[in-house]
């Protein structure tokens, strides 16, 4: 993948990113080869313990969820590109159901602590408050780190949501 475009000022502001990660179709092999892309994609990763999950919004086999994180001075539109072209690479399909059974599904959470829409898309992402299967394993894995809207660390919101949240299950899964 090309890092076309990205100038001498780009490249000194690096900024901590956090994906989520989840598949229920295939669910081990495809995390194994999205664990393997990204570390090609973007270099060392920070990896979350793995969740399982029931599907949120459709009848369909539980997922497997972690988060990983990421230090980057690239845009959001490439990385943006570069997981969808990932998720393409393992057979993801994006079709109008939004809730539908996929191999793949990888979404950037944060940049950095820059809040808004950043190159078209909102971030932080939402589903950060919204899924126990995103805040808690961003919360295993960045207890201090602070929500950039919030002001928050992540284990606090966790403790204070979690209660409220349908409960994750540790998955045995070594990536």
């Not at 092999?29 to 920070?46: M, N, P, T, W």
């Not at 949240?165 to 998955?171: G, T």
């Amino acid at each position: 993948m090309s890092d076309a475009g990205i100038g001498p000022a780009a490249a000194s502001a690096s900024h901590r990113c956090w994906i989520s990660l989840g598949s229920n179709i295939d669910r081990e092999a495809s995390l194994r080869g999205a664990v393997a892309d990204l570390r090609r994609a973007f270099g060392d990763l920070v990896l979350s313990p793995v969740y399982e999950s029931a599907a949120v919004g459709a009848s369909a086999p539980p997922y497997l969820n972690l988060v990983a994180g990421i230090e980057t001075a690239l845009p959001v539109v490439t990385i943006v590109t570069r997981l969808r072209a990932i998720e393409q690479a393992h057979g993801r399909l994006r079709g109008p159901d939004r809730f539908a059974a996929r191999t793949l599904d990888l979404d950037l959470l944060t940049y950095g602590d820059q809040a808004g829409v950043i190159d078209g898309l909102h971030l932080p992402r939402d589903e950060i408050l919204a899924y126990p299967f995103v805040l808690g394993p961003l919360a295993d894995v960045a207890p201090a780190e602070r929500h950039p809207q919030l002001g928050r660390s992540y284990r606090s919101l966790w403790q204070e949501r979690c209660a409220q949240m349908a409960p994750l299950v540790p998955y045995p899964l070594v990536l």
